[in-house]
């Protein structure tokens, strides 16, 4: 378990928190793992966000693995990514975590919104975001203000305002087309090493997208990036 570090630096009455974003599918959880184990596809081969683009699966089986991103059941009983019960920990350091989520109906919300909960019940329930798509394919409107926003996707990353965007690494965002994606706005790309470049990028204020290995390793980033801010605030070094 990781472990928190002390806040160096308190914020004052009236200062505004910064605000971390995270999605829940492959985030917090691993969804896509799920639905090609239970349809006996190895999990190697969802190279591509959008299914309809990955060569490497059959159309029958895009349709088949689309179809049960559309079911309920497919939602229940989800195992969470080790560290998803400490993503609100950073709070302490003075920040505040919303969740955004993407669902295609109410019933598969609502389940992911108990699951949640029942992890996190000291979060308000108003900043769980379930936001139902239906068959609309527009992709994450990200809150203007976020300072940090953890997300999967390579679109919901080009899309995103936030200076700070983690990324879990995954088969469909590893790719040069996915990398390319992300970047094409001029966005630093650190794939590694984040320790040793993170305090000139936050002393610079460049926006970027931070590869991780893991929800883990998610949170230690956004840890170090509160606490580098908070101290830039604050006039430490």
């Not at 559309?70 to 950073?90: S, W």
């Amino acid at each position: 378990m990781m472990t928190m570090p002390q806040a160096s630096v308190k914020v004052g009455l009236g200062q505004p928190m910064l605000k971390i974003v995270y999605d829940v599918d492959d985030v917090l959880w691993p969804l896509n793992e799920r639905v090609f184990a239970n349809l006996g596809i190895e999990f190697r081969k969802d190279i591509t966000y959008n299914l309809r683009d990955n060569n490497l699966l059959t159309p029958t089986q895009q349709s088949a693995v689309l179809d049960a991103f559309h079911q309920a059941d497919t939602f229940r009983e989800m195992n969470f990514y080790p560290g998803a019960k400490q993503i609100l920990q950073v709070e302490a350091l003075g920040a505040t975590v919303r969740i955004h989520s993407h669902c295609y109906t109410e019933e598969i919300a609502e389940l992911k919104r108990a699951q949640i909960q029942q992890l996190l019940p000291e979060m308000k329930p108003s900043f769980i975001k379930m936001a139902i798509i239906a068959d609309n394919p527009n992709y994450k409107q990200v809150d203007a203000d976020a300072f940090i926003f953890v997300d999967d996707n390579p679109y919901n990353i080009i899309t995103s305002k936030a200076p700070i965007n983690v990324v879990p690494r995954q088969p469909w965002n590893t790719t040069a087309a996915a990398t390319q994606i992300m970047t094409n706005r001029r966005r630093t790309l650190i794939d590694m090493g984040w320790q040793t470049v993170l305090p000139e990028l936050i002393s610079r204020h460049q926006h970027c997208v931070i590869m991780a290995r893991n929800l883990k390793e998610v949170n230690q980033i956004i840890t170090q990036v509160v606490k580098l801010k908070q101290e830039a605030k604050h006039g430490k070094s």
